[in-house]
């Protein structure tokens, strides 16, 4: 009898093995027809290898510290500078290059951090319910009721600009989306006969959200956390912009676009480059985020 229960046990467990990389293999394909997600895709990589090699790649890597070469100052774009250089001599691709590396930190940090509160939160109110379930989402309520970039900027005004604080900041205001949206999947599903049976089976409330119900609600996550990739470059570059972000000379495409503000008239490249920069990294994971929504068929509004 336990020969008969371990071979159905192994058996079982091929064929969801099998079933998942169907599943993925699908997905996959599905993800490969959609030209823009592959676009958005191509676009990430990009930016991923930017990060990454910028102290190979840039031109004038001492540009990205605090070195100033008045000699060559706001030259326009050329091939000794593809982006021409700002009021300080410094290269503006160089700088941009390095910047990829904070604005990805950024959002991967920010997203760990308000996925981890949000989706913890989420399954404990979606799955106890009752007065626990009350209180989350009324705290939950309080912060989707604030504009995150207001948010943000009071804390980082309460606690010193610095990029450590501007992640935190915004990490603080963006765990209450995740805690809704889990929280909707939770009611959605822990009716459902698995976990029924794990109920049965004696489980604990602990196992059975983070076991049984943890993995059927990843696909969302995974689709929300994409999108909001982008708008946290975004929201992180706004507070850079206002000066609460990291502080010069370290470059952030938000503080490169405040510093050419001025000169817009006369050197537009010293603005307009950080920007398309900006806008290149929201497309790309916005791009993502919309094809992967189409593969897990799921609604994250």
Not at 1 to 18: L, P, V, Y
Not at 83 to 107: A, K, V
Not at 200 to 214: C, H, M, N, Q, Y
């Amino acid at each position: 009898m336990a020969t008969e229960t371990g071979g159905a046990t192994i058996e079982s467990n091929d064929t969801a093995r099998q079933e998942r990389i169907k599943q993925f293999k699908r997905g996959a394909r599905s993800f490969a027809q959609n030209r823009l997600s592959v676009v958005g895709l191509s676009m990430v990589l990009v930016l991923v290898f930017a990060a990454i090699f910028a102290p190979f790649i840039a031109p004038y890597p001492e540009d990205a510290g605090a070195g100033v070469n008045f000699d060559r100052a706001s030259q326009p774009p050329s091939i000794d500078h593809p982006m021409g250089t700002d009021t300080t001599g410094r290269d503006i691709l160089s700088r941009i290059l390095f910047g990829s590396r904070l604005s990805l930190m950024m959002g991967v940090v920010v997203l760990s951090i308000a996925i981890s509160i949000g989706v913890t939160l989420g399954l404990v109110a979606g799955y106890l319910g009752g007065w626990v379930n009350t209180v989350i989402m009324r705290v939950t309520d309080i912060f989707l009721a604030i504009p995150p970039t207001l948010l943000a900027m009071a804390v980082v005004a309460a606690t010193g600009a610095s990029l450590v604080n501007v992640m935190v900041a915004i990490a603080f205001s963006w765990w209450s989306w995740y805690a809704r949206l889990v929280q909707g999947e939770v009611l959605s599903i822990k009716e459902d006969e698995f976990i029924e049976s794990s109920r049965a089976l004696g489980a604990s409330w602990l196992r059975t959200t983070f076991k049984e119900i943890l993995p059927n609600v990843v696909s969302p996550i995974t689709v929300k956390a994409t999108l909001d990739m982008g708008f946290v470059i975004l929201v992180g570059a706004g507070l850079s912009f206002l000066g609460l972000g990291a502080q010069p000379p370290t470059p952030t495409w938000g503080a490169m676009i405040a510093q050419g503000r001025n000169y817009v008239t006369s050197y537009w490249w010293i603005a307009v480059f950080p920007g398309l920069a900006i806008s290149f990294a929201v497309l790309g994971f916005n791009f993502i985020g919309d094809g992967l929504r189409d593969v897990f068929d799921v609604d994250v509004n």
